[in-house]
């Protein structure tokens, strides 16, 4: 089955401690890119990916890391996590560029204490 | 920088009503697509508009792009209790970037 997959759907963590957040998908898509969804603000890019090893800033970066080391991976890493990171996270991947539609993951809820 | 606006925020209608939402651009948009998010879920595409005036439609779901590739709209008519959810915008700008607009929010009363 066509998915993206991504690990943890829920995570409660505490200022400061590192996590990663995986994501990976089936389909050999190129692009691959990172969201956050805040109430009232709908979904902001983090990263994304046009292809394996090419990575570049969406609209709100600041705080978050990725890698592109593999096609099918595309792990988010918040190195030094802090409470205004609280929120719900959505990967996505499309074949090409931006003119694919996007096929999203189930979402992770990080809460940041 | 590039921003996409939708409105209405949310939208409430009783089932049987018809439902509209709008996205405006402040630039010119190579392409804008739909997607819609369930309760508790995630967003799904709906369908992707190219063309200045181009109109698609979806049984029940009309989609419109503005002659100047600017704004877009998505028109449900008769809505149903299916059709819960937020809808969203995203248009792909000249910096190839894609802004998805903030959503709108629709809740149906039986």
């Known amino acids: 089955e066509a998915q993206v997959t991504q690990n943890p759907r829920y995570l409660i963590t505490v200022t400061g401690k590192k996590l990663t957040v995986t994501c990976s998908q089936n389909?050999?898509?190129?692009?691959m890119s990172w969201y956050r969804q805040d109430p009232g603000l709908g979904l902001r890019q983090i990263y994304y990916?046009?292809?394996?090893?090419?990575?570049d800033k969406g609209d709100v970066p600041e705080g978050y890391k990725v890698s592109r080391k593999e096609k099918r991976n595309f792990p988010l890493i918040l190195e030094s996590p802090s409470p205004n990171q609280t929120s719900l996270y959505f990967c996505?991947?499309?074949?090409?560029?931006?003119?694919?539609?996007?096929?999203f993951g189930d979402g992770t809820r990080l809460s940041i204490l | 920088g590039q921003q996409v606006m939708q409105i209405p925020q949310y939208q409430h209608v009783q089932e049987g009503e018809d439902f509209t939402t709008y996205c405006n651009s402040s630039?010119?948009?190579?392409?804008i697509q739909w997607y819609k998010q369930r309760p508790g879920g995630h967003p799904v595409f709906l369908i992707q508009?190219?063309?200045?005036?181009e109109v698609k439609k979806q049984k029940r779901l009309t989609f419109q792009f503005g002659e100047a590739k600017k704004n877009s709209s998505l028109h449900i008519t008769a809505t149903q209790t299916t059709d819960v959810g937020t809808y969203f915008c995203?248009?792909?700008?000249?910096?190839?970037?894609?802004?998805f607009g903030k959503g709108t929010r629709l809740h149906i009363l039986p």
């Open positions: 990916s046009m292809n394996v090893e090419v990575t």
């Open positions: 389909m050999n898509h190129e692009y």
């Open positions: 630039t010119t948009l190579s392409n």
């Open positions: 995203a248009g792909r700008g000249r910096d190839d970037k894609i802004i």
């Open positions: 996505a991947s499309s074949f090409t560029g931006l003119s694919q539609p996007q096929h």
């Open positions: 508009l190219v063309k200045s005036g």
